[in-house]
């Protein structure tokens, strides 16, 4: 079993569909996070979750809604999303030492590939 | 914010040739990460290393913090190598990642 996983791996929505991307990470990690990876741009971080709280919101827009119930899973809403998200979405997780900030070795799923129409 | 940028680009190799690439940074940072992203998009954690020098089989890699930049080498490339190689930076008093532009790596038989 791989220490992060995704599903789905590939989505199709419509723009008014309501779907939601998992994510489960079986290393003991207390941090998660979202990132978006579109054609010819660097990977963008989205969300971070440290401890089950969000420390991060990298000015996401509300069309996308994430969740933590605990420190193994990691949810990401969508409603309403646009074409111009379409992109490859990757959960990630590590294990963060507070002492020195540091964000740890991240360890990433292998991504759910999301098209909108 | 702090610029991460990787060169070069793109790079074409024939298997059995060596390569290195280089990861640049702007500011002081707390931890430098090197990813394979393969064809299929999943991102392979390759060395967590915030400095001093690290190998890992044909790959290793070396960071100099006090000078700002990373550096990977390849030697004897085989195929399976192709995919997009990032570093990515975690910034002094920041608890995030963030990513360069990638090297495009396609080694051909």
């Known amino acids: 079993e791989t220490g992060v996983t995704q599903t789905p791996r590939h989505l199709v929505m419509g723009m008014t569909n309501k779907k939601s991307l998992k994510c489960e990470q079986h290393l003991g990690h207390n941090a998660m996070y979202w990132y978006k990876q579109s054609a010819k741009k660097p990977l963008e971080l989205m969300f971070v979750?440290?401890?089950?709280?969000?420390?991060e919101n990298n000015s996401v827009p509300s069309r996308f809604s994430p969740e933590c119930p605990n420190s193994s899973h990691l949810f990401l809403h969508l409603h309403t999303l646009q074409p111009e998200d379409s992109a490859l979405y990757l959960c990630?997780?590590?294990?963060?030492?507070?002492?020195?900030?540091?964000?740890?070795?991240?360890?990433f799923g292998e991504g759910s590939r999301l098209t909108v129409l | 914010g702090i610029q991460v940028e990787q060169s070069p680009p793109d790079l074409i190799l024939q298997e059995g040739a060596n390569s290195t690439l280089r990861c640049n940074f702007s500011d002081s940072v707390n931890n430098l990460q090197w990813f394979h992203q393969n064809p299929w998009g999943q991102l392979i954690n390759l060395f967590y290393?915030?400095?001093g020098t690290k190998q890992n089989g044909r790959l290793s890699a070396t960071t100099v913090a006090t000078e700002r930049y990373s550096l990977l080498y390849i030697s004897s490339s085989q195929t399976t190598d192709s995919g997009v190689y990032f570093c990515a930076v975690d910034p002094w008093n920041t608890d995030k990642l963030i990513f360069g532009t990638g090297t495009r790596l396609q080694v051909f038989p």
């Open positions: 979750y440290s401890l089950e709280e969000r420390v």
């Open positions: 990630a997780s590590s294990q963060v030492f507070f002492s020195g900030s540091d964000t740890g070795e991240l360890f």
């Open positions: 290393i915030p400095s």
